[in-house]
């Protein structure tokens, strides 16, 4: 299992990014995919679960600014961060669950700038 996660950077409060995490090495399109973050000093949350029909949910502090979609086809995850907020600085790694561990991408920095 390899999960190879992009496009995170600079950006200031109120802007977007699109996150991109590319899937290798398991059956992608059966699977839930997840996204979670890790703020700096903080543990690794939960951001958003997207199911392998699409059915997405997402931690309260995000609901109505994050989308979260996937590419079976292209075996890819995503995740649009529009309104960007301070508190949404982290390094968000993408995640596959699985039955006996949870394998993780290397994760890309997201910086906000108030």
């Known amino acids: 299992v390899q999960l190879q996660a992009s496009g995170g950077g600079l950006v200031q409060a109120g802007g977007a990014l699109r996150l991109s995490c590319k899937a290798t090495g398991f059956n992608f399109s059966i699977n839930t995919m997840t996204w979670y973050r890790q703020a700096p000093g903080k543990q690794r949350d939960l951001v958003a679960r997207i199911t392998s029909r699409g059915l997405a949910t997402y931690a309260d502090s995000v609901k109505g600014r994050f989308i979260v979609s996937r590419d079976n086809v292209k075996r890819r995850l995503y995740l649009q961060m529009n309104s960007l907020e301070s508190d949404d600085t982290a390094v968000y790694y993408c995640?596959?669950?699985?039955?006996?561990?949870?394998?993780w991408g290397q994760g890309t920095l997201v910086t906000v700038s108030s």
């Open positions: 995640n596959l669950p699985g039955t006996t561990r949870d394998y």
